[in-house]
Each structure stands twice: as C-alpha cells, then as structure tokens.
C-alpha cells in the first residue's frame, strides 16, 4: 500500500485508487478474471463499458470514450465498436470504495 500511495503522489493523480488486495472486485467486474481488462464505470456507478484484451492503439478509442462521458466532447459516449456494453444495474458498492488515502488530492 505504502507503495502504490508513493506512485499515486509522484504521478499527480487525482482519481480515486482501488486497492482490491482480496479480489472481492474484481470477482465482481471481471468473474473470468481476463487480463487486462477495462472496465470504465460512469459517473452514476453503472457500468458503461468493457473491454478484454489489448490491442496497440486501444488507449485512443479509451480516451475519446472518457472524455465525451466527462462532457469535454461533443462526442457520443458510446462505447467503442466491438467493445461489450454492460446494460446492468451494476452499480460501485462499498467493497469497490477507495481504500482511504489513496486518492491523489
């Protein structure tokens, strides 16, 4: 923990930062346990999309998809093709909470 707080403060992050030491969240997003997987969470808590796998190039769709689901584009916050949506009332819970201190603010 110490460490990843270190890393959290030297990159500038302001984002919250999970740390799932007993898998209890990933056994919720990622049951199959695929690496690596994306899974963008809006702001609601819901689902918004998925993505197994990585493909050189992927980060730029991933960019273009947060920032239209941040209002910095008038882009549709649509998923990228080919990427699984989640049409779930899956929503964060307590056990998907940041551990405390470990957001970068």
Do not use: C, W
């Not at 273009?64 to 779930?88: C, I, M, N, V």
């Amino acid at each position: 923990e110490p460490l990843v707080k270190s890393q959290i403060r030297a990159g500038g992050y302001t984002f919250p930062v999970l740390l799932d030491q007993s898998t209890e969240v990933v056994s919720m997003y990622n049951p199959r346990k695929s690496i690596p997987l994306t899974v963008v969470i809006a702001k609601d808590g819901r689902i918004h999309s998925s993505h197994e796998g990585y493909t050189p190039g992927d980060e730029a769709g991933l960019k273009t998809e947060l920032e239209a689901l941040l209002g910095l584009t008038d882009a549709p916050s649509t998923p990228p093709a080919g990427e699984a949506t989640e049409a779930t009332e899956a929503t964060t819970d307590e056990a998907a909470k940041p551990a405390e201190g470990t957001t970068g603010g």
